[in-house]
């Protein structure tokens, strides 16, 4: 049952990678980065109970945390242009 | 077994990424494809039973390394000054090195397999030697600043060089980096 649903993870990997790579504007590829994180914590977690290891739940949380920052940093960037610029006269404030 | 297969899956994809990467002219469209190869990369390290190496790429390659990505890009444009040219120089040093790494695979055991060195002696000694020889109690401390200390000096070596460079590319004002691209493209 896991086995399936590994290589159907994998097969969903190559799907984001495919859109990443064929992506015309920048936000399908950060779109598509993004879904690769997410099928990277979800092939993590499976993999674990793969080997019958389910201790590796943990780092699929983490990678999952550095996904989100990740992905913070890079919608900055475009709303800013800047990695140093903060939003504190913006009403909604900073992210 | 299936493991293998995996492994064999996420090799396959790891060399799509490195193509395209390559293949890019967009310098932001690589440094997202750059953040995929990282995160199949520690996909394949969690394979290999190199957690903590897994954990130390996601952070340090998803993470850190695309974040400093961006930074530079902020300083620079976006894209990249295309070349047709084939180096013959860097080719006759790639094509080298490449078989110089292929030909020192024959020296390493095979993975897995129940003759190595560290499934038959090589942990043992560590369990119970190390105390005695190297008089650090934790016996990772040991390893990896005893036993590999020369790995580890050139793991810092390398850190040390790419953060100086890092910092030679973000400590430079604005304006001197549109002097350079202005110029270079007059």
Same mark, same amino acid.
């Given at each position: 049952m896991f086995e399936i649903s590994t290589f159907i993870i994998l097969f969903s990997m190559f799907l984001a990678?495919?859109? +990443?790579?064929?992506?015309?504007?920048?936000?399908?590829?950060?779109? +598509?980065v993004n879904i690769f994180g997410t099928v990277t914590v979800l092939f993590i977690a499976l993999f674990g109970f793969l080997t019958k290891r389910p201790e590796f739940l943990d780092i699929a949380l983490v990678y999952a945390l550095i996904n989100f920052i990740s992905t913070i940093a890079i919608l900055k960037f475009f709303e800013y242009g800047d990695m140093s610029?903060?939003?504190?006269?913006?009403?909604e404030g900073d992210i | 077994? @299936?493991?293998?297969?995996?492994?064999?899956?996420? %090799?396959?994809?790891? @060399?799509?990424?490195? @193509?395209?990467i390559n293949q890019q002219d967009n310098l932001f469209a690589a440094t997202m494809l750059t953040g995929i190869f990282s995160l199949l990369s520690a996909s394949l390290f969690v394979c290999l039973d190199a957690v903590d190496v897994a954990f130390t790429e996601a952070a340090v390659g998803a993470g850190i390394a695309l974040i400093l990505f961006l930074g530079t890009l902020a300083s620079i444009k976006y894209k990249e000054k295309v070349k047709n040219k084939v180096s013959v120089s860097g080719?006759? %040093?790639v094509i080298p090195t490449g078989f110089l790494l292929i030909y020192g695979i024959h020296d390493i055991p095979s993975f897995g397999a129940l003759d190595n060195p560290v499934q038959t002696y090589l942990a043992d000694r560590y369990?119970?030697? =190390? =105390?005695?020889?190297?008089?650090?109690?934790n016996l990772v401390t040991s390893v990896l600043a005893s036993y590999r200390g020369h790995d580890t000096l050139g793991e810092v070596t390398v850190i040390f060089t790419a953060c100086i460079g890092v910092l030679m590319l973000l400590g430079r004002s604005r304006g001197d980096y549109r002097g350079i691209v202005d110029k270079e493209e007059s």
């Amino acid at each position: 049952m896991f086995e399936i649903s590994t290589f159907i993870i994998l097969f969903s990997m190559f799907l984001a990678l495919v859109s +990443a790579i064929i992506g015309k504007t920048v936000y399908d590829k950060i779109l +598509a980065v993004n879904i690769f994180g997410t099928v990277t914590v979800l092939f993590i977690a499976l993999f674990g109970f793969l080997t019958k290891r389910p201790e590796f739940l943990d780092i699929a949380l983490v990678y999952a945390l550095i996904n989100f920052i990740s992905t913070i940093a890079i919608l900055k960037f475009f709303e800013y242009g800047d990695m140093s610029s903060s939003s504190i006269e913006k009403e909604e404030g900073d992210i | 077994m @299936i493991v293998i297969y995996i492994n064999i899956i996420i %090799l396959f994809l790891l @060399i799509i990424t490195s @193509i395209a990467i390559n293949q890019q002219d967009n310098l932001f469209a690589a440094t997202m494809l750059t953040g995929i190869f990282s995160l199949l990369s520690a996909s394949l390290f969690v394979c290999l039973d190199a957690v903590d190496v897994a954990f130390t790429e996601a952070a340090v390659g998803a993470g850190i390394a695309l974040i400093l990505f961006l930074g530079t890009l902020a300083s620079i444009k976006y894209k990249e000054k295309v070349k047709n040219k084939v180096s013959v120089s860097g080719l006759l %040093l790639v094509i080298p090195t490449g078989f110089l790494l292929i030909y020192g695979i024959h020296d390493i055991p095979s993975f897995g397999a129940l003759d190595n060195p560290v499934q038959t002696y090589l942990a043992d000694r560590y369990i119970t030697g =190390s =105390s005695k020889e190297i008089g650090i109690p934790n016996l990772v401390t040991s390893v990896l600043a005893s036993y590999r200390g020369h790995d580890t000096l050139g793991e810092v070596t390398v850190i040390f060089t790419a953060c100086i460079g890092v910092l030679m590319l973000l400590g430079r004002s604005r304006g001197d980096y549109r002097g350079i691209v202005d110029k270079e493209e007059s």
